[in-house]
């Protein structure tokens, strides 16, 4: 059973900073495409970021050059390291797992708030 939990979430300032972490188990971490999504009220569930198992990561164009995914394989963990937040980025934050396969799961997602 996979299980993710996301943590890193909260309240900041625009122009702050913020690191999600994703910690995995239950699987074989290394295998799977790691993806952080958003979904901000009222609005469909985004594609943030995402690392393949050999670290290739894309970006939305929305967070390029503000946002940097990256992972640790020996400890399951998927951080999501956020830069130059606007308030446009305040959304809640899910953590997706997707096996080669194409099985995917997801987090409980964190709360990210970008405002004064």
């Known amino acids: 059973q996979v299980q993710l939990v996301e943590s890193g979430g909260g309240l900041v300032q625009p122009g702050g900073s913020l690191r999600l972490s994703c910690a995995a188990s239950?699987?074989?971490?290394?295998?799977?495409?790691v993806g952080w999504y958003r979904q901000a009220p009222g609005k469909q569930r985004d594609m943030v970021a995402s690392?393949?198992?050999?670290?290739?990561?894309i970006y939305a164009d929305s967070v390029k050059g503000r946002f940097a995914i990256s992972r640790d394989n020996a400890k399951n963990v998927v951080y999501l390291q956020m830069d130059s937040l606007k308030p446009e980025d305040t959304a809640v934050y899910y953590c997706?797992?997707?096996?080669?396969?194409?099985?995917?799961?997801w987090g409980q997602g964190t709360q990210v708030t970008v405002g004064s």
């Open positions: 997706n797992l997707l096996s080669p396969s194409g099985t995917d799961f």
């Open positions: 239950g699987t074989l971490f290394w295998l799977y495409t």
């Open positions: 690392i393949t198992g050999a670290g290739n990561t």
